[in-house]
């Protein structure tokens, strides 16, 4: 079964620096992107980026570039999206999600989302 | 950015009904499209994709229709399971964007 699973809810103080983590099981890791979709709380779906773990090229949405940050470790089949200093507006859950088919922006499966919370 | 506008925000029905939500691309998109159903607290999953094209284990109740700037999703008798918030996306230009999104509520 192709499964994308997510680390755990994060609590945060504005200015600290977060990892989030994604990690694919049963298929070929390094043939499918990797995407990233924020969702703030009660609001839709945002695109953030996607990372091609074969070798770690990126796409970012102008909306988030230079805010937050994809890569990926291949040899343990996870990807990450991190901050280097969040902000009360980064509370949202992010979502994880494979292309299911190589080269085509459709997203599935998706994993069970991320919920990240930033308060002081 | 491509805008995708979604109509209606809202709709409430009965178990049986039929429903169609309609999406709206603000430029061609060929039929780069396509239809995410969301339940509360869960992930998006991909219902059609290729704006006609039924992704596997989704019900055939569930069909896509359109090409170019409209589309549309229509839920044939609508099941309990259904009542959800659905999403249609546009992949035929960076940055793939999605519609503000459609929830389908008991009437």
């Known amino acids: 079964e192709v499964q994308l699973v997510q680390s755990g809810a994060e609590l945060k103080k504005p200015g600290e620096s977060l990892r989030i983590s994604c990690e694919g099981s049963g298929y070929n890791f390094t043939t499918y992107w990797i995407t990233w979709v924020r969702q703030m709380p009660g609001k839709g779906l945002e695109w953030i980026g996607r990372?091609?773990?074969?070798?770690?090229?990126?796409n970012y949405s102008p909306s988030f570039h230079r805010h937050v940050t994809m890569s990926v470790d291949k040899s343990i089949s996870t990807a990450y999206l991190q901050w280097g200093s969040l902000k009360a507006s980064d509370t949202a859950m992010y979502y994880c999600a494979r292309l299911l088919t190589p080269g085509f922006n459709w997203f599935d499966p998706w994993g069970q989302g991320t919920l990240v919370t930033v308060s002081s | 950015d491509i805008q995708m506008t979604q109509s209606p925000s809202s709709v409430s029905a009965s178990v049986g009904d039929r429903v169609t939500i309609t999406c709206r691309a603000s430029q061609s998109i060929s039929s780069w499209l396509a239809w995410y159903q969301q339940k509360p607290g869960k992930a998006p999953n991909l219902l059609i994709y290729?704006?006609?094209t039924l992704q596997s284990g989704v019900p055939s109740r569930f069909s896509g229709s359109g090409s170019g700037t409209d589309f549309t999703l229509t839920i044939t008798s609508l099941q309990p399971e259904d009542f959800a918030t659905y999403y249609c996306?546009?992949?035929?230009?960076?940055?793939?964007?999605f519609g503000g999104g459609t929830k389908v509520e008991i009437k």
């Open positions: 290729a704006a006609s």
């Open positions: 990372i091609d773990p074969s070798d770690s090229y990126t």
């Open positions: 996306q546009q992949a035929n230009s960076f940055p793939p964007t």
